[in-house]
């Protein structure tokens, strides 16, 4: 009803000046369960005004997460390689992908083209692990760097302080959900880790009061508005979005401009 809508709320809309970018989205036909074809995401933000989407890999396109003794072999490496590749042919010209390179034990860089804007970095308990100690490991590190690209990070909370403090100086890392999927939100403000400014986050699945909590305390030039399609619905996560308290130009930032500034921000290569 118009009368109930007063110059506060106002306040609160975004502008808009910018295109609305999910920063987090699974796209992959590999993977059928659930489906996450481009054309399943396409279907979903029908109508919600996002323009641009980031997407990887499914998780059960890089490695097996049930099976933590997993070993790589061949098939994988394959299976791995068509699902970067499949992200580098979507898009249309109402949605415009911006595909990551979901980076696994082999640390295939070289496979990294220069339409990948960055890198997706995968790893729960109980999962098999990254070989840290690899040197193909730091060698891909350094490539990342030298790129500039952002890491979307989701590790237990041991190896992402590793991975910031030592291993991974200087690249910008983006820990998705404000950290809640690996219980860590509180562990790493007690660490400071939010504070750092290599750090940026994504809102995809987190709370409403969470999202305003991490600005209130660190501002809202680092906070990205993800999906986590298609585990979390892109409408649905929008509007959690337009309905934060939040002045409008915040917003603007949250929905699109911040994630615009990081990628403008990485060189690429080829
Ligand atoms: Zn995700």
Known sequence: MVNTINNNNNMLKPNLSAPIIDAHAHCGIQDQFPSQSFENYYAHVAGTGIQKVVMF???????????????????WQLRRKNSNEYLLTVGNRQLTVIPYFFIWNDFAVEQMSSKHKGIKWHRHPGEPSYHYEDPRCQMAIDEIRQ??????????????????????????????????????YDAI???????????????????????????????SERI??????????????????????????????VLGQNLERLLAESHHQQ
């Open 189 to 219: 403000e007690r660490n400071g880790i939010w504070g750092s400014p290599q750090v940026y986050t994504d809102t995809s699945l987190a709370p409403r009061h969470v999202v305003i909590d991490y600005i209130n305390r660190y501002g």
């Open 147 to 184: 790129r500039n690209m952002p890491v979307v990070f989701e590790e237990e909370f041991d190896n992402t302080i590793r991975f910031i403090h030592e291993i991974a100086v200087g690249v910008n890392v983006i820990i998705p959900h404000l950290d809640l999927l690996n219980g860590g």
């Open 224 to 253: 990205l508005f993800g999906s986590d399609f298609p585990f979390g619905d892109p409408k649905s996560e929008l509007s959690k979005l337009f309905s934060l308290r939040i002045p409008g130009d915040k917003k603007d930032m």
């Open 57 to 75: 890999s499914p998780v059960m396109e890089i490695y097996d997460r049930y099976d933590p003794n997993f070993q790589d072999n061949t098939e």
